[in-house]
């Protein structure tokens, strides 16, 4: 009987450690100081911000994720992508703010290299970046690219 004790007791403590350790991410320092250019509530941009006469501005769809709804808008110019921007996107907490001051700027470099919504998912923002994928695709599939 005492070892039965001693048993449960044992797993019970392993089991509440381990659903107690936080993960760590990479943190805001992870793209070199692009982090600081997310603040809470303001829209996340990319690349140029000026257009021309022929660069017309596509938003994609509110996607609601678990964390909170994520929304692209994309300038097209020609059959480029000039310029992406997150007006909607997590905020809630401090650690939604976190997470999306490194990843969506990422997202967003990674948007205007590849050209397309093909891009990869960020590591530990992978709520977000289905979000962000969801909601591009649309702004591209409303472009007409």
Do not use: C, H
């Not at 692209?72 to 310029?83: C, L």
Request: no cysteine; glycine share 12%; hydrophobic share 40%.
């Amino acid at each position: 009987m005492r070892r039965i004790v001693l048993w449960f007791m044992t797993t019970v403590t392993v089991v509440v450690l381990l659903f107690g350790y936080s993960t760590s991410t990479s943190g805001p320092s992870a793209v070199g100081g692009q982090a600081s250019a997310v603040a809470a509530g303001d829209p996340v941009s990319g690349g140029s911000t000026s257009t021309s006469s022929s660069a017309r501005t596509v938003s994609g769809p509110s996607v609601d994720t678990r964390w909170g709804p994520v929304q692209v808008a994309i300038t097209v110019e020609g059959s480029t992508i000039t310029d992406v921007t997150v007006p909607v996107y997590p905020t809630g907490n401090g650690k939604d703010q976190q997470i999306n001051a490194y990843a969506l700027p990422m997202l967003i470099k990674d948007t205007l290299d590849a050209q397309s919504a093909d891009i990869d998912m960020i590591t530990g923002a992978t709520v977000t970046s289905e979000g962000y994928v969801q909601s591009l695709q649309g702004a591209l599939d409303e472009a007409g690219l």
